[in-house]
């Protein structure tokens, strides 16, 4: 089992930068891809970024490349999204999740991962 617990979420607006963290509970967490993921009210869960277990290789949705960046501290357990350049239509309950796939790909498909944080809120005012 692993649990995730985001953090980092708030208010800012347009134009300005978040930094969200996901703290990871146990050992595997180096082995597994990780992923962020977003809802807004109404809509679906969409893909933002993954990183490979070794944080080698990233992957991100066109609407965040340029302006988000996602990293891994496997030594501390952590994942990291960093947000600049945020816009009102980034605002949504931000999700980071692991995939159960020992050294195994990234994934952009919400289904493919095994285990989910509660969530954070990022709210962008114009």
């Known amino acids: 089992q692993m649990q995730l617990v985001e953090s980092g979420g708030g208010l800012v607006q347009a134009g300005g930068s978040l930094r969200l963290s996901c703290a990871a509970s146990?050992?595997?967490?180096?082995?597994?891809?990780m992923g962020w993921f977003r809802q807004a009210p109404g809509k679906e869960r969409e893909f933002v970024a993954a990183?490979?277990?070794?944080?080698?290789?990233?992957y991100y949705a066109d609407n965040v490349k340029g302006r988000f960046t996602i990293s891994r501290v496997n030594a501390e357990n952590t994942v990291y999204l960093q947000m600049n350049s945020l816009k009102p239509e980034d605002t949504a309950v931000y999700y980071c999740?692991?995939?159960?796939?020992?050294?195994?790909?990234?994934?952009?498909?919400?289904?493919?991962?095994?285990?989910w944080g509660q969530g954070t809120q990022v709210t962008v005012s114009s």
């Open positions: 146990g050992r595997t967490f180096s082995s597994y891809p």
């Open positions: 999740a692991a995939r159960a796939s020992y050294r195994g790909s990234y994934s952009f498909i919400p289904a493919s991962y095994n285990y």
């Open positions: 990183i490979s277990w070794s944080g080698g290789s990233t």
